[in-house]
């Protein structure tokens, strides 16, 4: 079977037949599912939703093998006669992309959007704003581009990159480009969530308003927890329910992220809960990392992404709250694939392609409605020792097309993943021209 992720069942006919094109029709079923149904009479998608004819497709490019994540050649192909019956089994199929430690041109996104598609994943969480950098553009306060979108990258963490000193780094995405983005994803059925991390990440807008800061400050050059968080003042909450309103215009999705993680003096929640309340208030659902639970009550239709373990997803799923899985142990494609010295970013616990295979985003002992609210889950890509699509290539893939098998197939593990994983699909993503970590071992850089 080469099909990944995995479907729900999949009968050869042990025959080939030429592809001539397919047809669509629309049944009943689960969100995002579909029947596919290839013989000498043509290739017959049922699909259960427009999402489920998109799943269709990429199933379809598969069975015309590698040479179809090329370029689309006109002479004629062959695929297997075969019958596809295919849901998946979580409806928050997400990735999160840090844009803001280092800046990914908006070619890049794109990109990435299109390498979401090909893996069946359906959402994209773009983290905009961080301690080193402002990456949206806000048409009332054009200094937070000006001053907050760039910096010296001065300290890389990385040893093979000591003599890049100093070297600006920096870039921004205007509100078109923004536009664009969202437009082709939603194409594709991945709906694209924006971030704005408040109260802490916030350096580059301190840098460029101060009044914002407990502190003052440039845009950050060094990583990790930062003590200069924002303050409380009645302005600066204005000021930030100002730049969710355009954030708002800009992203069409339900679901809006405030970020909530690591400030260190906003134990109390004052600055979450305001913003959160304002982002309901526009009918939208607040979208925060599991610190945001020190603010409640939050409003109720808040979401929570659990990232220090499963545990905090499980105290706001018993909270009422809808949850996303992303436990640093087991779903951050910035952590190192080996303890091998060559690893070109030894960062984190080493999180290999096995390991996220393994790991089931649903805990034991859920009760009730609480297995329905969990959504799903999304693998972080965290990008302060990834400073280009080469090197975000290298710390994604393969590992994320093993999340995306986690959160599209059934629970039960495949055991011959891997192989699978080496025979079939390394060669579509070397067709699609993914940097990827060869199985056996670092990349020599
Ligand atoms: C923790 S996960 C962070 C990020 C870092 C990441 C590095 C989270 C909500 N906060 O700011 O980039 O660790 O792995």
């Not at 400030?263 to 305001?274: N, Q, S, W, Y």
């Amino acid at each position: 079977m080469n099909l990944l992720p995995r479907p729900v069942s999949y009968v050869d006919g042990g025959r080939l037949c030429e592809y001539q094109g397919w047809e669509t029709v629309l049944v009943d079923g689960p969100p995002g599912g579909y029947r596919l149904l290839s013989s000498d009479d043509g290739v017959l998608i049922e699909a259960n939703d427009a999402a489920g004819e998109m799943n269709a497709l990429q199933t379809l490019r598969q069975l015309l093998g590698a040479q179809a994540f090329r370029a689309a050649g006109d002479k004629p192909a062959v695929i297997p006669a075969c019958e596809v019956v295919d849901h998946p089994r979580f409806p928050w199929r997400g990735v999160m992309l840090d844009v803001s430690r280092h800046f990914l041109p908006k070619r890049e996104v794109l990109r990435y959007v299109e390498l979401l598609s090909v893996h069946k994943l359906n959402v994209l969480h773009l983290h905009l704003t961080d301690d080193q950098g402002w990456r949206f553009e806000v048409k009332r306060y054009p200094k937070l581009t000006e001053v907050g979108s760039w910096r010296e990258d001065s300290r890389f963490g990385d040893r093979r990159s000591a003599g890049m000193k100093g070297r600006p780094h920096g870039g921004f995405y205007t509100q078109d480009d923004l536009r664009e983005i969202v437009e082709y994803a939603r194409a594709r059925h991945i709906t694209v969530i924006p971030e704005i991390d408040v109260p802490g990440h916030s350096q580059a807008a301190i840098a460029a308003h101060p009044e914002l800061g407990v502190h003052g400050g440039g845009v950050w050059t060094d990583w990790g927890v930062n003590e200069r968080v924002l303050n409380t003042d009645e302005s600066t909450v204005d000021f930030y329910r100002n730049v969710f309103d355009e954030l708002m215009d800009v992203f069409p999705a339900e679901v809006i992220g405030l970020g909530g993680d690591e400030a260190p003096g906003h134990e109390d929640g004052v600055l979450v809960r305001a913003i959160a309340e304002h982002i309901a208030s526009r009918g939208r659902r607040p979208y925060g990392w599991d610190e945001v639970l020190d603010a409640r009550p939050l409003p109720s239709n808040a979401v929570v992404a659990s990232w220090r373990g499963v545990e905090n997803g499980v105290t706001a799923l018993g909270a009422g709250h809808d949850v996303v899985m992303c436990p640093e142990q087991h779903v951050y494609l910035d952590y190192r694939q080996s303890e091998s010295l060559d690893e070109p970013i030894p960062v984190g616990t080493v999180t290999t392609l096995e390991d996220v295979y393994a790991w089931d985003p649903v805990p034991e002992g859920l009760t009730g409605e609480e297995p329905g609210r969990l959504l799903g889950a999304q693998a972080n890509i965290w990008t302060e020792h990834l400073d280009s699509a080469r090197r975000v290539d290298y710390a994604a893939f393969p590992r994320l097309a093993a999340f995306a098998e986690v959160v599209w197939s059934p629970a039960e593990k495949d055991p011959g993943f891997v192989q699978r994983l080496r025979e079939h699909h390394l060669p579509r993503l070397d067709a699609l021209g993914v940097e990827y970590r060869p199985l056996s071992g670092p990349h020599p850089w």
